[in-house]
């Protein structure tokens, strides 16, 4: 069946199914060309549903979170890209907090912390949704998302809903290990404290981000992992990277790790700032650094 006949495949599909959507203004970094299909089911079973038809199609399928971890090529994705911004209700269970992996992490931060569960606060400060800090294990020095994790309802790629334990993930330094599974919920067990402890270490390290990244400017947060032992905004520093400029790309004056877009950015200057960045690392330290964001569409 030709791509074309995706909306009449997806007739069943509760939510909406839009063409040719740019990408660019959904990013954290404000860069990219447009998706061939854009999905936004209206709940699990929906997404389940989209899931499924893609695979049968053989129509390419991305899920996009908050893009706060994706670089999309210039020239956009051909396919469908599945955004999960419906399923973005928060349950509570005593200690268990149940969140749709379209809920954003600061509003779920801000909910725990209300009803004093502690334990969310570690990943302060992360412009993730919650299917794609489960995705990454997205973490600070602090700790990781799957650290308080206990099970996730998933649609596996072949289009079946599953719910997992923990257990059944290898989740390492910035990979949850999902293997192409969809996150739809995700659920946490936290540990009562008092609202205004939690307050507290949330706001210094709110404190200590501000102070030491570009927190308010475009960006992907790292661009590169940490290499084992030494820190990638280390490394790039002292290879006298600062503030090197690739087009309206910029590597951070703030923190080295960060390339800054001053909102003429493309993605090929990302990618060629990139590739410099890695050569003088190499040339200076034989360390060769790799990449902790997605790329899309190269
Ligand atoms: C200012 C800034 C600060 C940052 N600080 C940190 C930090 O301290 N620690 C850290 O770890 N990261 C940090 N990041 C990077 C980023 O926030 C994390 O990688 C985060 O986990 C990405 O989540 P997202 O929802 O934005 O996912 P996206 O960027 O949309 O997607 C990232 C990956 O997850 C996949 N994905 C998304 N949703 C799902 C889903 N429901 N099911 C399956 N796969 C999915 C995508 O396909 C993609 O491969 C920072 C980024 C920025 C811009």
Redesign the pocket.
Known sequence: MPVSDLRVALRGMRGAVREHVDLGPLM??RIGGPADWFLEPYAEEDAALAVRVCRELDVPL?????????VVADAGVRGAVLH?GNLNRIVRDGNRITAG?GVTLPSLLRATKEVGLAGLEK?T????????????????RDG??FEHLVSLT?VEPEGRLEVRGKDQFRAVY?DGG?RD????QASFELTPDDPKAIFERFSASLKR?NAT???SQR????VFRNPAGDAAGRLIEAAGCKTLRSGGIEVSGQHAN?FVNDGRGSAAEFVGLMAEVKKRVHDKFGIDLEP?V?FWGF
């Open positions: 954290h970094l991305r899920i996009l979170g908050g893009g706060s971890n994706i999960l992996a990943l400060g992360i412009p993730a949704q919650v299917g794609g800090a489960v995705a990454m294990n997205a973490g600070t990781e998302t998933l910035r999902l599974a969809v996150v739809l981000r990244q570009p927190v960006s992907v947060g790292c960060y902790e997605k």
